[in-house]
T-cell receptor
């Protein structure tokens, strides 16, 4: 069974640009969560989607958005990138909302 | 609000020695508790989980953890550490149908001396 797939693995963007990250969950998993990981702030929850609906949202500005498609694949978008958005963005999938999470390898975003 | 504290930022143990990583949580009801391991530049791998039932849970790679409600703790243990266990370890707490919004501790970095 394939694991959680995140693309791309690495990205370099310029301040002010926007970026879209993709996450394909494990087959049959309907819940997808996104996290931002930085050395200073650790792992911070961004949002969670289940059956194309956002269930939970963390304390991030509106520049951070996401969506989930009918096949459970999810994308997150960050607009007007700032230097502080440089981080490892991790996606996690769950069979349903109250089961354990399986993480992808992450997308390393560098904003210059 | 739920929170997780991992008091030890960095731990060094000798190969073959026993290991205990501490985790304290704050949550108003029965929590869902997790331990994950992360190698540099990689995602997180689930070691074990506690949802309910037996308070001593077994995980992968020889790890176990014990849920102690009275102490709000969920410490991770391994009787004999291998060099390949060197990594960063994260404790997380989730809440039933909000497990997807899990809160993570700041992590403990494990170094294994030969």
């Amino acid at each position: 069974k394939a694991g959680v797939t995140q693309t791309p693995r690495y990205l370099i963007k310029t301040r002010g640009q926007q970026v879209t990250l993709s996450c394909s969950p494990i087959s049959g998993h309907r819940s997808v969560s996104w996290y931002q990981q930085t050395p200073g702030q650790g792992l911070q929850f961004l949002f969670e989607y289940f059956s194309e609906t956002q269930r939970n949202k963390g304390n991030f500005p509106g520049r951070f958005s996401g969506r989930q498609f009918s096949n459970s694949r999810s994308e997150m978008n960050v607009s007007t990138l700032e230097l502080g958005d440089s981080a490892l963005y991790l996606c996690a999938s769950r069979v349903t909302v109250n089961t354990e999470a399986f993480f992808g390898q992450g997308t390393r975003l560098t904003v210059v | 609000a739920q929170s997780v504290t991992q008091p030890d930022i960095h731990i060094t143990v000798s190969e073959g020695a026993s290991l205990e990583l501490r985790c304290n949580y704050s949550y108003g009801a029965t929590p869902y508790l997790f331990w994950y391991v992360q190698s540099p530049g990689q995602g997180l791998q689930l070691l074990l989980k506690y949802f309910s039932g037996d308070t001593l849970v077994q995980g992968i790679k020889g790890f176990e953890a014990e849920f102690k409600r009275s102490q709000s703790s969920f410490n991770l243990r391994k009787p004999s550490v291998h060099w390949s266990d060197a990594a960063e370890y994260f404790c997380a707490v989730g809440a039933g149908t909000n497990a997807g919004k899990s809160t993570f501790g700041d992590g403990t970095t494990l170094t294994v001396k030969p």
